[in-house]
């Protein structure tokens, strides 16, 4: 007796699923040996499966024995790569394009050689992506390629298109405030000798790397994109001391007793160190770990330490992290896939079926995966090791002597819809923050369309019409103060018409736009240095501190998490290079303390009042004394 089953032919890739009446479900079949006529699409069979368990678990079984993955983090880096290149990075660039807002010559949008006279502006806007058709003369797909419309002549079809950018003010003016001064950043170290020396080392890496350059571009990649990365770039000296064995070990025992401080509790009794405490073995223990790492390098091995790795921003078109590929999953990142550019003209651009067949690649077959990855050129960085993968082949592979992954995120805000239905495609598979730009784009578009409405409006009717009636050359005769017309022609007149008055409903309605525009980015006019009205009855500083109380919250939040990407960097900088040997730390030493400078303007004389309060209350003076802006000086390394 014939029972219901799934069948699966891996060689023809050809799913079925048979009756036992011979009916036709998807595909012909009266028997398991049938052969299926019409194949089917994976994501239709896998609705079909989930609606019967037992078909279910019978294919899982069958298939799972069949095509069994060889590699489940390829197969998952191969999965989410497709997501990145064909969904989600499009629309990151889209993100960027409205943020940027370049410009194009007009001639890229039409059959025309590029260096035609046009009667017309030259170029085309990207923001001109979410303009009318009317308005800009061009009809625009889905992915943003534009065509003519019409057969019009093209000053007859192109109207007066005008763009006001309130995005890019905005996002620049969040980044000035955020990170428009340099923190003040010291070690955590107990030690106050080795605590200036820590802090001076990373200052200098960060001052290398760009500093507050180097800060406010990672922001504004966060703001736009949603998420930015900062990929710390070993040299290919500090690789090549990381892949000696027992490095370390040989670098101390070379060290010379010129470059080691003294320790501080030598000839102190027990329970008498420097540090205090019970007396007994906490303080000797605590003297001997200070003695081990208290060593001040040479300056060559300190000018080495600090060339040893470079700091850059990484974009999130380009980055991918994955999460664990087998089960139990959990929210840590097992591995990063970096995808690159391939310049190969010769490569068509991959079709519909085959991004179909990429998004699904995961429950597809090996040949399908193979397929999918030949499209890409990409890294795959893991804690132990790095592959490189061209056109689907693994061109090269090593060790990762770094010990850890080269990239730590930043997120703008997390997305609390990213597991929901209504999440943007693609936000399951590639995890990213949320954008500023994102909300910000249909309320740009609508104040562009209306401010082109009113442009065209007062082109076409604030400039005065005359119509004469018998002048002789009137039509040929300009119209400038001056000018003297005559006629014989009794019944000869000159009427006016146009020059109409401002409409103070459109003028509203283009202010209306304007202040949704701060209400959603959180960034008033009055952050820029423009004032429309009275800030206020309070005192100046209250009233400055109410009128941007969501910018400033805006601006604190992105600090700490601008604090605590930092504080990661720099705790696997110092652990790479202590096992390096050119600079030796505790793990209790890599912490930092960042104290950011406030984004308005202070008063100095108020600031050193607070300052004396602060000591007068017992805060430690170390601590008031980074709040002001100064810090311990790093002792310069011994000769």
Request: with cysteine.
């Amino acid at each position: 007796m014939r029972t219901d089953m799934f069948s699966f032919y891996p060689n023809k890739k050809i799913f079925g699923f048979c009756k036992p009446s011979g009916g036709r479900v998807f595909g012909q079949c009266s028997h398991l040996r049938a052969r299926t006529k019409r194949a089917l699409v994976p994501g239709v069979v896998r609705t079909i499966f989930q609606k019967t368990k037992k078909g279910l678990d019978m294919f899982s079984t069958h298939n799972a024995r069949s095509v069994a993955p060889a590699d489940p983090l390829l197969d998952l880096a191969t999965a989410q790569l497709a997501w990145l290149g064909d969904v989600v990075a499009p629309r990151l660039e889209r993100f960027m394009g409205y943020y940027r807002n370049p410009a194009r010559p007009l001639t890229a949008f039409l059959p025309t050689s590029s260096n035609a006279t046009l009667p017309t502006r030259p170029y085309r806007l990207f923001q001109e992506v979410g303009l009318p058709a009317r308005i800009t003369g061009f009809r625009v797909n889905s992915e943003g390629d534009a065509q003519p419309s019409g057969t019009q002549p093209l000053d007859v079809r192109r109207k007066e298109v005008v763009i006001e950018n309130d995005i890019a003010w905005r996002l620049n003016t969040l980044v000035d405030f955020t990170t428009g001064q340099m923190p003040i950043i010291t070690s955590t170290a107990r030690n106050p000798e080795r605590r200036a020396l820590l802090t001076r080392f990373v200052n200098e890496v960060l001052a290398r790397a760009g500093g507050v350059e180097l800060l406010a571009e990672l922001t504004l990649r966060a703001a736009v994109h949603g998420t930015s990365y900062l990929q710390i770039e070993p040299r290919p000296a500090l690789l090549a001391r990381l892949s000696m064995p027992d490095q370390t070990a040989a670098l101390a025992a070379d060290a010379s007793p010129a470059a080691t401080v003294p320790d501080e509790g030598q000839g102190a009794m027990p329970g008498e160190g420097v540090e205090g405490g019970s007396p007994g073995v906490a303080d000797a223990m605590l003297a001997r770990s200070e003695h081990a790492t208290r060593i001040t390098p040479a300056p060559e091995i300190w000018a080495e330490a600090v060339d040893a790795i470079s700091l850059r921003t990484a974009s999130a078109t380009r980055i991918c992290p994955l999460g664990s590929p087998t089960p139990p999953a959990h929210d840590d990142i097992a591995a990063f896939v970096v995808l690159h550019d391939v310049n190969d003209s010769d490569t068509p651009p991959a079709t519909l079926m085959q991004r179909l067949r990429t998004w699904l690649s995961r429950s597809n077959t090996p040949e399908g995966l193979l397929e999918a990855r030949q499209r890409f050129t990409f890294d795959l960085i893991e804690p132990t090791r790095w592959r490189r993968f061209v056109r689907g082949q693994l061109v090269s592979e090593g060790p990762n002597p770094l010990g850890f992954l080269p990239y730590v995120a930043l997120n703008n805000s997390a997305d609390p819809a990213r597991d929901a239905a209504i999440a943007p495609t693609g936000a399951r598979q590639v995890p990213l923050g949320l954008s500023d730009v994102e909300p910000l784009i249909p309320l740009q578009d609508e104040l562009n369309t209306r401010l082109s409405d009113r442009a065209y409006r007062l082109t076409m009717q604030s400039a005065r019409v005359y119509l004469g009636k018998g002048i002789a050359d009137f039509a040929t005769t300009p119209v400038t103060p001056g000018q003297m017309w005559a006629t014989d022609n009794l019944d000869a007149s000159v009427e006016t018409f146009g020059g109409d008055a401002s409409v103070s409903g459109e003028e509203a309605h283009i202010n209306e736009i304007r202040e949704a525009l701060d209400k959603i980015s959180g960034v008033t006019p009055v952050a820029a240095g423009l004032l429309r009205g009275k800030v206020g009855n309070l005192t100046s500083a209250v009233a400055l501190r109410v009128t941007l109380i969501a910018l400033l919250a805006k601006t604190q939040r992105r600090r700490a998490a601008l604090t605590t990407v930092l504080q990661t960097t720099f705790a696997r900088v110092l652990d790479a290079l202590d096992r390096a040997g050119l600079f030796h730390s505790n793990p209790d030493e890599r912490g930092l303390d960042l104290n950011w400078p406030s984004a308005l303007p202070e008063n100095d004389t108020e600031r050193l009042e607070q300052a004396q309060l602060k000591v007068a209350l017992g805060v430690p003076k170390r601590t008031v004394l980074a709040e002001l802006g100064y810090d311990e000086v790093a002792p310069p390394p011994q000769s």
